[in-house]
């Protein structure tokens, strides 16, 4: 009976060694706009204007406010790398140079808080970490959990 355990043992040591070796599951990342925001749709070229604050209203006169996550996410970096086409320098520096136009938060609920209550917010936040307070834009005419969505 002893041997048994043992070998038991080792089968669960050896699933767990190549379990921890697996990479993690990608983060879905989604672009959330406040409730009262009627764009249900943005092209990702127009979605890269937003955040890089070259458009700052949208079609209705409402000014534009940028939300998201720190450089510490690295969810959020990945995503923007994607759509800037910036390397993880660039990115820095860009953050740098537009701190004062981007509003930056350290988690997905504190993002969420902010785009809910001010008009024209538009924030990155993880697919899971989204609540029934804010409305799912699509990019490209494609949901967060599509295939071929931009931010994976």
């Known amino acids: ?9 080792r089968l669960l040591f050896a699933i767990l060694l190549i379990l921890s070796a ?5 983060t879905h990342m989604a672009v959330v706009v406040d409730k009262a925001n ?3 749709n943005l092209a990702s070229a127009d979605l890269t204007k937003i955040l890089q604050n070259m458009s700052k209203n949208w079609p209705d006169g409402r000014k534009v406010t940028v939300v998201l996550r720190d450089l510490s996410s690295t969810e959020t970096e990945s995503a ?5 086409k910036f390397s993880s320098d660039e990115m820095k520096a860009f953050f740098l140079a537009h701190r004062s136009s981007i509003v930056t938060v350290h988690s997905d609920a504190e993002l969420l808080k902010i ?7 538009l924030g990155l936040v993880d697919v899971y ?7 799912v834009v ?3 005419g494609k949901l967060p959990l599509e295939q071929g969505y931009l931010l994976h």
């Open 138 to 140: 699509k990019v490209d």
């Open 129 to 135: 970490s989204i609540t029934s307070k804010v409305n």
């Open 1 to 9: 009976m002893p041997g048994v355990f043992m070998q038991l043992r």
């Open 22 to 26: 697996l990479p993690c599951a990608a």
């Open 80 to 84: 923007l790398e994607k759509l800037f």
């Open 115 to 121: 785009v809910e209550s001010t008009p024209g917010a």
């Open 38 to 40: 009627s764009a249900g």
